[in-house]
Every structure is written in structure tokens, then in C-alpha cells.
């Protein structure tokens, strides 16, 4: 251990917190030692630091920085929890191998932070360290692993407010995580998590945005091989600086390195809401921008509105691409350009021509159709023969440019550079291009050089005439094989190439879920409408039957929660559903994530819980058809963007006449733990089979916990015999999930547990209906009656573990209580 003294404090035109140190570890401690507050860890060559600094109000961070660039802090692992403490509070590894902060006390040891790096090298008997490396990294390894891709842990994984050299920010698919930049509250003063965040967007072709929390304040332009197209100065940056950006169906990675080590450069949020790339200048002692953004009133983000273009240069910023008109003439004169432009010309379509626009930043490009091996020229023809097609450019400008990006809908964010920029093509009525010199409403100001690019008549003609073919011989297979005549339904039937142009060729990032039945993908169709596609696989338990079914259900089923069918497509041995797009995804998917879970409280769960009830009232009772879904579980309720939830899923659906009470079934299908037991055991399903689903998913929403189903295979309870317990002993309240905090009212959690408890009793007869549960719900009255005994409360017993759901398995057979249910078709 090298011993020496020193206490700094940073002075600025902010208060910089102080460093707190009096000893130094050269760059490692083994799990033998611990590092006090009045400690550190330096890297071997001297470029880092990790050690304690004291903040506002007293708070002590445990945080990395330059050794020899006063006041410039790169990573803070406790943010959000500050020490209190400093005499006996200290770092160490643990014997489960993470990396813990604790604030000890004469008394006990209270844990303030932690790597959540526990694995199994120590029941190898293998020897960790912590290692402060000379890139700024903070690893966690076995003592005689220096293989970065083996590392336990590392910080660089975990980035506050900087990003350094090697750092990478973006995306891994395949182990769904993201790595992202986060603004201190106040930069150089609190380190806690602040309101700006700066991540990449992988939808479409991605780019960067800088956010203050969900609001888009700036966008970077997506990468184009060289820079990012609304980052021009990134050229500037010297030679030493070496970009790089990665994009393909593993993940998207933007990250830098520095060939010369004498230069330190660093990129920043701060939170003044701006995003800044800092070198260090030696001879100065200070740091220099290269750039930062937004850095003028062109960076805002959408200035100029759709079929705007902003120019920093001129006066107003705003002016419309040639061929348009500002759509609110008054605001413009104002010099309020949000509304943005309107074409002066409607479009033709096979008449229509491009014009060149040079040196801008493209549109976003979060909803757009990527090719990267495509040629311009191909491009240019495939966007002509789209009518929906508005515009198109290269991915790439390398090596005199290549890739396709094509956009469906509105042109937006786009702002003109002097030079750096990117050229795109966009749609025009031909007579807007008879006469270059003309501009209605405005043009572009640079007078931009015009290319026109097309495709002869016949052509376009024959392309026509082989889609209108396609659809017509789509529509008679289908006629054909569905004795129901699915087309009497006016359902949209949409075409294979527009799907696979919406979903950008099924790109794995746009999946948003799979399971027996196959994949849904995100797309964006050609007019801008967001969708959600559910393409069902060759070998999906979800059949022909079930596909007709779903279709000739949800077609004819119209509330607000329930989600609507658009269209779907059948091509050869592809069968799809087209959906509306819900942006919060599946319930369970936020329910039972530790980290999303938070999202929900009380009132937005009691919110979910209505609104469920009312789909299932509609379903039940309102609609022209009395449906059995048979399927209501979490994953098949969907939230839109405000959180409203959406029954969706109607592939094993059943209908009733209205005067029908119960039906038998031997092919039982469904998902353990949300099946009643006279459905599961029996094949019996009504009503209040489905009443039994929803009773299940009250209580989930409740505790944030999954029910197991049948059995439990440990010592712990189903949620369901756990909330039965809890309510005869008088202690329902403690199932409520602790992330909910204190935001909820008891009288109503304790009314909707009684409620769940009431839906899920084993005995159909006994469970309300719908009608009655929503009476329930809305009540101030004192409910009753008591909830008897539910449905598979079970202790341990030796049947075969229950899975997830009946999807998994096909032709088996399990047994409850010696009581077989035989699945004859997966699901």
C-alpha cells in the first residue's frame, strides 16, 4: 500500500464536492480487504481515482475521477443513496461476490449499495478483486482473468452523467439490457439522478436522443457511417478520436477510442440539459467543447414541424421544403413553425418525381424501411413504386454512399448544414419540378440541385396490376378454404410486402414478444399508423381454426378495452394479425419487472383492474355475441400509452347464445394458474370460468406477484391460498406489493382483494358476475358475502411441476388430485 496525504477541494463557479481521502490503494483490493471512506483505489498509471467525495447536505458518494483534471468527477455508484456516515462506513467484496457499500454502525451493518453481482465463482473456491483499471472502468474479476468479456462486473455497464473512452452506450438484445447517460441533479454539486438522460433509439434506423424525461429535447440524426447526420462538428474532432457504431440484430453500440493517451476527451449530460463533448486542453487547464447540443434554436427538436426545414443562418429559422406551405400562415409569420407545411399539390403517384435536397440532417428516422445493401438507384425505384413512399436517402455516405432508408409518412426535424450533411430525395408532384426556379409557399434555401428520378408508366403499371392480382387471389384461397367468408366482415386484408416493409423485414429489435403461437413485431404502415403484428409460426399451436376464429371474433367486438384487429394477411404459409400498437406492451410485462413495477401505483393498478372488468362486461353481457374468452391471464392484457388495458388474444375465445349458461369441452387449452378448476379438471368453461381469470389477475395486480397455478414445488404458497390465509387472519393489507408505497387508500385495496378473493372461489356458482363485480368495485357498502375457499389452493404434492402455460406442451397429460387434464392441442 503506497501512503500519502492529500485533501482536495474543487473550486469552481459551483460548489464541487470535496474529496475525502488519506491513504491509497495502488489499483486493486482483494475480497480480503475492505476500503474506508478515507481511502482509495488508483489505477496503475495514475489516470484514475476511486474513492469518496462529500456533497450537498453532508451526502457521501462513492465515485471515480481524473487524478490530475481538478473537478471532474466520470462515475458515482450510490447516486441515489448517499452515505450519512463517514467514520465506519466502508466498501468490500462479499462471499457471494458482489460489491457492497455499507453504512455500519455500532449496532448493525445497513447496506446502502451493491453490485448485484452475486454468482458462483466462490463455490469454486476462487479469488476476486476489484480492479481499477486505467480506462476509468471499475472490474470486479477472479484473480487471474484479465479477459474483458469475462469480467463479473463492471462499471462501464453502469454509466452516470459521462461516457468515456471504450465506454459502450446502446442496446444488447440478446440480454435485453441498455446502457445510457443520465444528468447529476445539479452538475458538480448533486450527483443524484437528474431530469436529462441522453440514449440511443434503436426503432427504424437509430439515432440519439437527449430527453428531459420522456420529452424529446434534441435528436442527433441517425449514424451515416462517418457521424451522426445532425452532428457535422463530429468531423472536426482530430484524427486521434475514432468513432464507431454498430447496429444489426444483436444490438445497436455507439462507442470511442483515443489512439494518443495524452488527450482526454469525455461526452457529458449535464443538467442544464445539453449534451457536450470535452477535451482537455493541458497547456490551458481546461476543457475545451468541441460540440454540444442543442446549441442553437435549430437543435430544438421538431422546431419547424412536419415538412419543415430549419436554417440556424437565416431569419426567420423556419422555412418550407419546396413544394409546400406553412399550414398555420399566421403562427409563421409569428415565427411559430411547429404546425410545420402542407404540399401545395396533391400527388400522383406514377407522375411523380424527387428533388435533391443537400446538406441537411435527415428526418427521424424512428419509423422508417431500412435496406443496407440496396443501391440509391434501386431505392429510388422502389420508393417511387410505393405511393406512400415520401422520401428517401442513403444509409451510408461512405465510400460514395449505400443502404436504403425510405420514409411512409411525415417528414420531421430536419434542419439545413452549410456543410456535413446528408442528402435526401423527396416526393414532389411533377408539375412542382417543371420550373426549378419556382417555389410555392417557399423552398429550400439553398435552391438545392433537382434529380428526378422515376420509373416508366408501364412499369409502374405492371407492379400495380401484380399487387391488385396477389390481394384478389389472397382473397379467393381464403374465400375458398373459410366456409364463414371472412371478407363479409370488411376486414382490411393486407399485403405481405407491406407488412415486411412496416416491420423493416422482421427485424428482431422490432419483436416486442413470442410464444407458442409465434412472434408479434412492431411496425409502422405506410401512413404512419403504428401496429403490432402477430405472425404465427409454421409449428404454432394456433392453427387455422384458431386463426379463423380470432379474426371472426375480434372483427366483430368494438370497446375501448379490447384491442382492435386492423387487418390480416395470409401469404402462402404466412398467416398474420395486424393490431393496433400499444405502447406499454403486455401487463405482466410491467407487473412482474422489479425495475418497471414501480411505473404502476395504486391508482393506475385500480385503474387496470376496471377497466379489465368492464372488457370482460362487454364480452360477457353488452356485446351482440356472449364471448368465453378462456384465455384472460396478464400477457394478454395490453396497456395503450395512457395505461388503459386491452383484452387481447382472441384465438381460443368461444361464443355463447345468449340464453346458454355452460359448455364441455375435451380439448382444454389455457395457462396454469388462471384456468378455474371445473374448466381444468373437467373441460367445463362459462362465464364464470373467465370470472375465475380475472379474480386471478386482481390478485396479481395487487402483490406484483405471479400465482403458480396448480402446486408449489417449495415451501411458499400460490398466491392464492397466500391471499386466503392473509384475509382469515385479518392481514389482506400486507399483500399489497411494497412498490406501490403509501399512494394507495386501504378501504379500496382491501374491497378489491375481497372482490379477487370472491372471483376465484372454487365453486362457479359461488363467484359473482361481471355485472356484479363492477357493482362491487364502485360500492362504498360494505361487501357480501365472505369469500369461501378458491380454486387450487393446494399444498405440496407429487404431481409434475406446473408450467406457464399450456403452450409448452402438446399430447401430455398432467394430473391434480388424481384428476386428469389431457391437453390435445398446444397453446
Same mark, same amino acid.
Given at each position: 500500500?503506497?501512503?500519502?496525504?492529500?485533501?482536495?477541494?474543487?473550486?469552481?463557479?459551483?460548489?464541487?464536492?470535496?474529496?475525502?481521502?488519506?491513504?491509497?490503494?495502488?489499483?486493486?483490493?482483494?475480497?480480503?480487504?475492505?476500503?474506508? /471512506?478515507?481511502?482509495?483505489?488508483?489505477?496503475?498509471?495514475?489516470?484514475?481515482?476511486?474513492?469518496?467525495?462529500?456533497?450537498?447536505?453532508?451526502?457521501?458518494?462513492?465515485?471515480?475521477?481524473? !487524478?490530475?483534471?481538478?473537478?471532474?468527477?466520470?462515475?458515482?455508484?450510490?447516486?441515489?443513496?448517499?452515505?450519512?456516515?463517514?467514520?465506519?462506513?466502508?466498501?468490500?467484496?462479499?462471499?457471494?461476490?458482489?460489491?457492497?457499500?455499507?453504512?455500519?454502525?455500532?449496532?448493525?451493518?445497513?447496506?446502502?449499495?451493491?453490485?448485484?453481482?452475486?454468482?458462483?465463482?466462490?463455490?469454486?473456491?476462487?479469488?476476486?478483486?476489484?480492479?481499477?483499471?486505467?480506462?476509468?472502468? *471499475?472490474?470486479?474479476?477472479?484473480?487471474?482473468?484479465?479477459?474483458?468479456?469475462?469480467?463479473?462486473?463492471?462499471?462501464?455497464?453502469?454509466?452516470?452523467?459521462?461516457?468515456?473512452?471504450?465506454?459502450?452506450?446502446?442496446?444488447?438484445?440478446?440480454?435485453?439490457?441498455?446502457?445510457?447517460?443520465?444528468?447529476?441533479?445539479?452538475?458538480?454539486?448533486?450527483?443524484?439522478?437528474?431530469?436529462?438522460?441522453?440514449?440511443?433509439?434503436?426503432?427504424?434506423?437509430?439515432?440519439?436522443?437527449?430527453?428531459?424525461?420522456?420529452? &424529446?429535447?434534441?435528436?442527433?440524426?441517425?449514424?451515416?457511417?462517418?457521424?451522426?447526420?445532425?452532428?457535422?462538428?463530429?468531423?472536426?474532432?482530430?484524427?486521434?478520436?475514432?468513432?464507431?457504431?454498430?447496429?444489426?440484430?444483436?444490438?445497436?453500440?455507439?462507442?470511442?477510442?483515443?489512439?494518443?493517451?495524452?488527450?482526454?476527451?469525455?461526452?457529458?449530460?449535464?443538467?442544464?440539459?445539453?449534451?457536450?463533448?470535452?477535451?482537455?486542453?493541458?497547456?490551458?487547464?481546461?476543457?475545451?467543447?468541441?460540440?454540444?447540443?442543442?446549441?442553437?434554436?435549430?437543435?430544438?427538436?421538431?422546431?419547424?414541424?412536419?415538412?419543415?426545414?430549419?436554417?440556424? /443562418?437565416?431569419?426567420? $429559422?423556419?422555412?418550407?421544403?419546396?413544394?409546400?406551405?406553412?399550414?398555420?400562415?399566421?403562427?409563421?409569420?409569428?415565427?411559430?413553425?411547429?404546425?410545420?407545411?402542407?404540399?401545395?399539390?396533391?400527388?400522383?403517384?406514377?407522375?411523380?418525381?424527387?428533388?435533391?435536397? @443537400?446538406?441537411?440532417?435527415?428526418?427521424?428516422?424512428?419509423?422508417?424501411?431500412?435496406?443496407?445493401?440496396?443501391?440509391?438507384?434501386?431505392?429510388?425505384?422502389?420508393?417511387?413504386?410505393?405511393?406512400?413512399?415520401?422520401?428517401?436517402?442513403?444509409?451510408?455516405?461512405?465510400?460514395?454512399?449505400?443502404?436504403?432508408?425510405?420514409?411512409?409518412?411525415?417528414?420531421?426535424?430536419?434542419?439545413?448544414?452549410?456543410?456535413?450533411?446528408?442528402?435526401?430525395?423527396?416526393?414532389?408532384?411533377?408539375?412542382?419540378?417543371?420550373?426549378?426556379?419556382?417555389?410555392?409557399?417557399?423552398?429550400?434555401?439553398?435552391?438545392?440541385?433537382?434529380?428526378?428520378?422515376?420509373?416508366?408508366?408501364?412499369?409502374?403499371?405492371?407492379? $400495380?396490376?401484380?399487387?391488385?392480382?396477389?390481394?384478389?387471389?389472397?382473397?379467393?384461397?381464403?374465400?375458398?378454404?373459410?366456409?364463414?367468408?371472412?371478407?363479409?366482415?370488411?376486414?382490411?386484408?393486407?399485403?405481405?410486402?407491406?407488412?415486411? &416493409?412496416? /416491420?423493416?423485414?422482421? *427485424?428482431?429489435?422490432?419483436?416486442?414478444?413470442?410464444?407458442?403461437?409465434?412472434?408479434?413485431?412492431?411496425?409502422?404502415?405506410?401512413?404512419?399508423?403504428?401496429?403490432?403484428?402477430?405472425?404465427?409460426?409454421?409449428?404454432?399451436?394456433?392453427?387455422?381454426?384458431?386463426?379463423?376464429?380470432?379474426?371472426?371474433?375480434?372483427?366483430?367486438?368494438?370497446?375501448?378495452?379490447? $384491442?382492435?384487429?386492423?387487418?390480416?394477411? &395470409?401469404?402462402?404459409? @404466412?398467416?398474420?394479425?395486424?393490431?393496433?400498437?400499444?405502447?406499454?406492451?403486455?401487463?405482466?410485462?410491467? *407487473?412482474?419487472?422489479?425495475?418497471?413495477?414501480?411505473?404502476?401505483?395504486?391508482?393506475?393498478?385500480?385503474?387496470?383492474?376496471?377497466?379489465?372488468?368492464?372488457?370482460?362486461l362487454y364480452l360477457h353481457h353488452d356485446s351482440r355475441l356472449r364471448i368465453i374468452h378462456r384465455d384472460l391471464k396478464a400477457s394478454n392484457i395490453l396497456l395503450d400509452g395512457e395505461m388503459n388495458p386491452k383484452i387481447s388474444d382472441f384465438g381460443m375465445a368461444r361464443i355463447f347464445a345468449h340464453d346458454q349458461i355452460e359448455a364441455k369441452t375435451s380439448r382444454v387449452v389455457g395457462t396454469y394458474g388462471y384456468m378455474s378448476p371445473e374448466y381444468a379438471m373437467d373441460g367445463n368453461f362459462s362465464v364464470k370460468s373467465d370470472v375465475f381469470s380475472f379474480g386471478v389477475i386482481v390478485l396479481e395486480i395487487i402483490s406484483g406477484k405471479k400465482n403458480r397455478g396448480f402446486c408449489y414445488t417449495n415451501e411458499d404458497m400460490n398466491l392464492l391460498k397466500n391471499a386466503w390465509g392473509q384475509w382469515r387472519e385479518g392481514n389482506a393489507i400486507e399483500l399489497i406489493d411494497s412498490s406501490?408505497?403509501?399512494?394507495?387508500?386501504?378501504?379500496?385495496?382491501?374491497?378489491?382483494?375481497?372482490?379477487?378473493?370472491?372471483?376465484?372461489?372454487?365453486?362457479?356458482?359461488?363467484?359473482?358476475?361481471?355485472?356484479? $363485480?363492477?357493482?362491487?368495485?364502485?360500492?362504498?357498502?360494505?361487501?357480501?358475502?365472505?369469500?369461501?375457499?378458491?380454486?387450487?389452493?393446494?399444498?405440496?404434492?407429487?404431481?409434475?411441476? @406446473?408450467?406457464?402455460?399450456?403452450?409448452?406442451?402438446?399430447?401430455?397429460?398432467?394430473?391434480?388430485? !388424481?384428476?386428469?387434464?389431457?391437453?390435445?392441442?398446444?397453446?
Open positions: 500500500m503506497r501512503r500519502g496525504f492529500f485533501f482536495f477541494l474543487f473550486i469552481t463557479s459551483l460548489s464541487f464536492p470535496t474529496l475525502i481521502s488519506t491513504s491509497t490503494f495502488i489499483d486493486t483490493l482483494s475480497s480480503s480487504k475492505i476500503l474506508r /471512506t478515507n481511502q482509495t483505489l488508483e489505477s496503475l498509471q495514475g489516470s484514475f481515482v476511486l474513492g469518496f467525495i462529500s456533497g450537498t447536505y453532508s451526502n457521501i458518494y462513492l465515485a471515480i475521477w481524473y !487524478k490530475n483534471i481538478p473537478d471532474t468527477v466520470v462515475w458515482v455508484a450510490n447516486r441515489d443513496n448517499p452515505l450519512q456516515n463517514s467514520t465506519n462506513s466502508f466498501l468490500k467484496i462479499t462471499d457471494d461476490g458482489n460489491i457492497v457499500l455499507l453504512n455500519s454502525s455500532s449496532d448493525s451493518n445497513n447496506l446502502v449499495w451493491s453490485s448485484n453481482s452475486s454468482n458462483q465463482t466462490n463455490a469454486k473456491n476462487q479469488v476476486l478483486v476489484l480492479q481499477l483499471l486505467d480506462t476509468g472502468n *471499475l472490474v470486479l474479476r477472479e484473480t487471474n482473468v484479465n479477459d474483458p468479456t469475462k469480467y463479473l462486473w463492471q462499471s462501464f455497464d453502469y454509466p452516470t452523467d459521462t461516457m468515456l473512452p471504450t465506454m459502450i452506450m446502446g442496446w444488447n438484445f440478446d440480454k435485453k439490457t441498455e446502457k445510457h447517460l443520465t444528468s447529476w441533479k445539479i452538475t458538480g454539486q448533486d450527483p443524484s439522478t437528474g431530469d436529462y438522460s441522453y440514449r440511443i433509439n434503436f426503432h427504424g434506423l437509430p439515432d440519439v436522443f437527449l430527453r428531459n424525461d420522456d420529452t &424529446i429535447i434534441y435528436r442527433s440524426g441517425p449514424w451515416n457511417g462517418e457521424r451522426f447526420s445532425g452532428v457535422p462538428e463530429m468531423q472536426l474532432v482530430t484524427d486521434s478520436i475514432v468513432f464507431s457504431f454498430s447496429w444489426n440484430e444483436h444490438g445497436v453500440n455507439y462507442s470511442y477510442s483515443i489512439g494518443n493517451k495524452s488527450i482526454f476527451s469525455r461526452l457529458v449530460v449535464n443538467s442544464d440539459g445539453h449534451a457536450q463533448r470535452l477535451t482537455w486542453v493541458q497547456s490551458s487547464k481546461t476543457w475545451t467543447t468541441f460540440w454540444y447540443s442543442p446549441k442553437d434554436q435549430c437543435d430544438n427538436y421538431k422546431e419547424c414541424g412536419p415538412y419543415g426545414v430549419c436554417d440556424s /443562418t437565416a431569419s426567420p $429559422v423556419c422555412e418550407c421544403m419546396k413544394g409546400f406551405s406553412p399550414k398555420n400562415e399566421q403562427a409563421w409569420k409569428l415565427r411559430d413553425g411547429s404546425d410545420g407545411c402542407v404540399r401545395d399539390k396533391d400527388l400522383d403517384c406514377e407522375s411523380d418525381k424527387f428533388y435533391r435536397m @443537400e446538406n441537411v440532417k435527415l428526418p427521424e428516422t424512428t419509423s422508417v424501411f431500412v435496406n443496407t445493401t440496396m443501391e440509391i438507384d434501386e431505392c429510388g425505384k422502389l420508393c417511387h413504386g410505393n405511393c406512400s413512399c415520401t422520401a428517401y436517402a442513403n444509409v451510408y455516405v461512405t465510400n460514395g454512399g449505400s443502404g436504403c432508408v425510405m420514409w411512409f409518412g411525415e417528414l420531421n426535424d430536419i434542419r439545413n448544414f452549410s456543410d456535413g450533411g446528408q442528402d435526401i430525395f423527396v416526393r414532389l408532384a411533377a408539375s412542382e419540378l417543371l420550373d426549378n426556379s419556382s417555389s410555392s409557399g417557399g423552398s429550400h434555401k439553398k435552391n438545392p440541385k433537382v434529380e428526378i428520378i422515376g420509373i416508366t408508366i408501364s412499369v409502374a403499371a405492371v407492379i $400495380v396490376l401484380g399487387l391488385c392480382i396477389l390481394l384478389y387471389k389472397k382473397r379467393k384461397l381464403l374465400s375458398h378454404r373459410n366456409t364463414d367468408n371472412m371478407d363479409e366482415l370488411d376486414l382490411p386484408m393486407f399485403d405481405f410486402n407491406s407488412i415486411t &416493409i412496416a /416491420t423493416n423485414n422482421f *427485424l428482431e429489435a422490432n419483436k416486442l414478444g413470442h410464444g407458442g403461437f409465434g412472434s408479434v413485431y412492431k411496425g409502422m404502415l405506410a401512413e404512419g399508423q403504428e401496429i403490432a403484428v402477430k405472425r404465427l409460426s409454421e409449428t404454432s399451436g394456433q392453427g387455422n381454426e384458431e386463426f379463423k376464429n380470432e379474426i371472426k371474433l375480434i372483427a366483430k367486438l368494438q370497446h375501448r378495452n379490447l $384491442v382492435r384487429l386492423l387487418g390480416c394477411c &395470409i401469404d402462402k404459409d @404466412e398467416k398474420l394479425l395486424v393490431y393496433e400498437y400499444m405502447e406499454n406492451r403486455s401487463l405482466d410485462s410491467i *407487473l412482474f419487472d422489479k425495475a418497471r413495477k414501480p411505473l404502476l401505483d395504486w391508482k393506475k393498478r385500480f385503474y387496470i383492474i376496471c377497466g379489465i372488468a368492464r372488457g370482460l406501490i408505497g403509501d399512494s394507495y387508500t386501504e378501504s379500496e385495496v382491501l374491497r378489491c382483494i375481497h372482490v379477487g378473493l370472491l372471483c376465484v372461489q372454487e365453486r362457479a356458482e359461488d363467484r359473482p358476475t361481471m355485472p356484479l $363485480v363492477l357493482l362491487m368495485l364502485g360500492s362504498d357498502d360494505a361487501l357480501k358475502p365472505e369469500p369461501r375457499s378458491p380454486g387450487f389452493s393446494l399444498g405440496r404434492s407429487n404431481n409434475p411441476p @406446473e408450467t406457464d402455460s399450456s403452450s409448452s406442451k402438446q399430447d401430455e397429460s398432467w394430473s391434480v388430485n !388424481k384428476v386428469t387434464v389431457t391437453l390435445l392441442d398446444a397453446r
